[in-house]
């Protein structure tokens, strides 16, 4: 028994490693982690935030969070303004041309993955977010 979990443990490794690496998942990953990642953090989670949170958020290095913000300013779909309340922290904010890129990425990535979801069908697309959630919530113990 103990070598059979070990085998699916290895084949589910080698399955998610496969996926992962497949050239569509590594857009969206670098997506999500870059510029698009920040405008859907700054759209739908908290605007007005500060560039150390949004790196936590997003799993990257502040120095790599520099260079998106300042990527996105010079496009103008973020601005950064001093706090209110302290004038030393720096603030990211989303502006109207920011949030039409972001719905237009979004749309981008909706429209990448439905044949996926027309192969899967319904019924299978939600048992595999189901699994996915599963997934995300264990910590590795």
Same mark, same amino acid.
């Given at each position: 028994?103990?070598s %059979? ?9 080698m ?18 982690? #870059? ?27 502040? #120095? ?22 302290? #004038? %030393? ?7 109207? /041309? ?9 749309? /981008? ?5 439905k ?24 910590? #590795?113990?």
């Amino acid at each position: 028994m103990e070598s %059979r979990e070990e085998d699916l443990g290895e084949e589910l490794y080698m399955l998610l490693a496969q996926m992962l690496n497949r050239r569509v998942n590594r857009s969206v990953q670098d997506s999500i982690r #870059g510029e698009y990642g920040t405008l859907h953090y700054l759209t739908y989670v908290h605007d007005g935030e500060s560039a150390g949170e949004l790196s936590r958020y997003l799993h990257i290095v502040p #120095g790599r969070m520099t260079d998106i913000l300042s990527s996105l300013e010079c496009k103008g779909y973020v601005e950064r303004r001093k706090s209110e309340e302290d #004038g %030393r922290r720096v603030l990211v904010f989303i502006t109207k /041309a920011g949030m039409t890129e972001e719905k237009k990425r979004r749309a /981008a990535i909706r429209n990448e993955y439905k044949g996926l979801l027309k192969k899967l069908g319904r019924e299978d697309t939600l048992e595999l977010i189901r699994l996915l959630k599963i997934m995300l919530s264990y910590d #590795g113990e």
